[in-house]
């Protein structure tokens, strides 16, 4: 078989070898590219990287990548997905695409430390308007809404202070003067909140967390209904060059099959320990959407079905930052790091009083992430933690 005239170069990466069709598994396949291949010159030309129908280059995704694009749409009941390196990435694209000179844009002042700091640099490299909202105001927003304002971010809740937003009362100010709601929606992992039926306009999610379930891989994804800003987000994506590996797809698209049953192991053991903490006397406050002493409980009432395993404790006000260190440095199965939603449980303090404009609650708020461990051991672990931060 092998052709005359042809180098042994040539031969290795032309290879005669093709492997039978007919191959069937459950995994999807991973499709590595960057170069796509045409099969003539006519359907080169007609072929647009704004549409999934075919593809076109490997930054706009391979049937990899449209296949978890195609899951992540699913489980929040959008439309359209666009993935990003990360998190972090997904914000940025969303700013970017809808966000020019001279805009105003609302970020609530409990968002992802992160957002608040590109905030900052749009601020002060790119002439935007950026102002940060008590994340409780409700339909109060209405009246911060200027004639510039081309963007409101919400957070529900936001990931350190727990706050749950009126998000219904926003979408609903927010759509009567034109702008565009975006909700970073990671805490609810799409599964315990459904943010296209309260009128959000584009889901953001740092796949990072519960998706990928691993604490292994960053990656996020934008996810909307609407095609036309879908196709403004996909301008923006190609202009960033916001191009994801497709082992780390991979690694989603494995994570995504338990991820319901994994969103649902946290948030039961999350409510126990809650419950827990909110008994002894060292908590002053349990800021767990599903407790009332946590701002907006109500409306996580009205619009969750879940909570999964991210919550933050207020410790009594008499109990200083030494004693609150010495507690979670003695924590032996939570582990001191960031992000959540992967097997291990975690415990991060934080000098909030700092991360916002106004907080004036006292006592420090430390943050639990509840992993997959057995809830009673979890337990046992934090009653050992407090006996030894009263110690010392
Ligand atoms: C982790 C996180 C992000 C960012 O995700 P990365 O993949 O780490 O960049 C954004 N928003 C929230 C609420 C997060 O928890």
Redesign the pocket.
């Given at each position: 078989m092998k052709k005359r005239n042809q180098g042994p170069n040539t031969s290795l990466v032309h290879p005669e070898f093709k492997a039978p069709d007919g191959f069937s598994a459950f995994p999807t396949a991973i499709h590595h590219a960057s170069t796509v291949l045409f099969k003539d010159v006519a359907s080169m030309r007609s072929r647009s990287w704004h549409n999934k129908s075919a593809y076109t280059y490997g930054l706009h995704g391979t049937p990899t990548s449209f296949t978890l694009e195609g899951q992540l749409a699913a489980i929040e009941g959008g439309q359209h997905c666009v993935l990003a390196p990360?998190?972090?990435?997904a914000?940025t694209l969303v700013s970017m695409t809808f966000l020019r000179s001279g805009d105003d844009v609302l970020i609530p002042d409990n968002a992802?430390g992160?957002?608040k700091e590109l905030g900052e640099w749009l601020k002060q490299s790119f002439g935007i308007s950026v102002r940060y909202y008590a994340p409780m105001v409700g339909a109060g927003i209405s009246e911060l809404i200027q004639t510039n304002t081309k963007l409101i971010w919400v957070?529900a809740p936001g990931?350190v202070s727990m706050e749950v937003p009126d998000l219904r009362a926003i979408c609903e100010a927010a759509h009567a003067k034109n702008v565009v709601v975006a909700l970073?929606n990671?805490?609810s992992a799409g599964i315990a909140l459904k943010p296209f039926e309260f009128g959000v306009d584009v889901s953001?999610q740092?796949?990072?967390?519960y998706q990928s379930g691993g604490s292994d891989v960053?990656?996020?994804a934008v996810i909307t209904r609407d095609t036309e800003l879908n196709n403004r987000i996909l301008t923006t994506h190609m202009r960033l060059g916001l191009g994801v590996g497709m082992d780390d797809v991979y690694l989603v698209l494995r994570g995504l099959q338990t991820m319901k049953l994994r969103f649902d192991a946290h948030d039961s053991s999350a409510r126990k320990i809650a419950a827990w903490l909110k008994q002894r006397p060292e908590i002053s406050k349990v800021l767990h959407p599903a407790w009332e002493d946590c701002p907006g409980h109500e409306f996580w009432k009205r619009d969750f079905t879940g909570a999964g395993g991210l919550f933050s404790v207020i410790f009594s006000e008499d109990i200083p930052e030494a004693m609150t260190d010495r507690f979670v440095n003695s924590l032996e199965l939570f582990k001191i790091g960031f992000?959540?939603g992967g097997t291990h449980s975690l415990c991060v303090p934080y000098r909030i009083e700092k991360m916002r404009e106004n907080w004036s609650q006292k006592g420090i708020l430390v943050r639990f992430n509840i992993g997959l461990e057995d809830t009673d051991d979890l337990i046992a672990d934090i009653e050992q933690a407090l006996t030894k931060m009263r110690e010392a």
């Open positions: 990360s998190g972090l990435a914000i992802y992160p957002n957070e990931s970073d990671t805490w953001m740092a796949l990072t967390k960053l990656m996020g992000s959540w």
